[in-house]
């Protein structure tokens, strides 16, 4: 069965991107993966291929879904195990543009339609705004994966974006798998405390394995050549093995509902107080 997660955080630098790559290339050793990358940067893009400047790309898809009903969708071949539909940057024209606002939804349900029959997994890294383009893949997604840094977390930054999701969300259930602790520095002891406070606020929200800060993760951003040796060579390498097999275990294990329910996400945000701030300095 397919399942399409959108990694998304609406803070920029929390490795959105080096979580979707290093996500699709653990699980495209054994599953069928497609990557979008719906970021105007198109970082993903240029790790995967070397260049962002691809004539079809989810820009020009986009535009066709909007005009032609029914393209033929053909995303660019990595690997066998690995397809990416490339960004491009003028994805960021598309959130001002009417028809995108009234149909962007519609368009990356045919998208995802068309596409999900052919994948065990479809990866969306999501841009940091939170414009129409994420807003329109998000009701669209099975569920949302969350990366985030010790050094800038709040619990209550998170509840606010789990009632942004719930806002959004309002018709389809939305399941978050989680949130995971990336740029970790197991020895920093900051760092300790911010992952036991926010298991103790967030419970089972919080994912057992982190990702720890490596010199790797931006030299395999900047060498497509590397990328293919780089889950053999560091532990970095081996974190995000164990975080790919801890995701695919937590898997439509959770709901939203649930959360808000057991985390009373509104009521907390309300009083305007990050939880951690208040205890960690
Ligand atoms: N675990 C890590 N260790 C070291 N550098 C990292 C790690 N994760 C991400 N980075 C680097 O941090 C920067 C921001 O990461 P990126 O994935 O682009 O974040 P986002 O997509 O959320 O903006 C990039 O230069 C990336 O190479
Ligand atoms: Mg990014």
Redesign the pocket.
Known sequence: MSHTIAIY?F?????????T?NLALSWARSFKVLVIDC?PQA?LTLALSNTNNHQSNLFTISKKLLHDGQPKIEPLEISYYLHLIPGDYQMAALESNSQFISFGHIIFYKLLGTLKHKYDFILL?CP?HFGVTVKSFLVNTDSIFI?AIPDSFSVNGFKKLLHYLSEIEKDTPLNVLGIYF???RKHTLHHQKVKKLAEKELGKLILDQH????????EA?DSHQSIYNFLEQSE?AG?FMALSEEVIERLNSMSLDEVIKEHGVEEKCSDGQSVLNQTVN
Do not use: A, C, M
């Open positions: 955080n803070k920029g630098g929390v490795g959105k991107t080096s979580t790559l970021d970082n890294d940091t990366p990336n740029l970790f990702v720890r800060e490596s010199i790797r993760v931006s951003h970095v974190d």
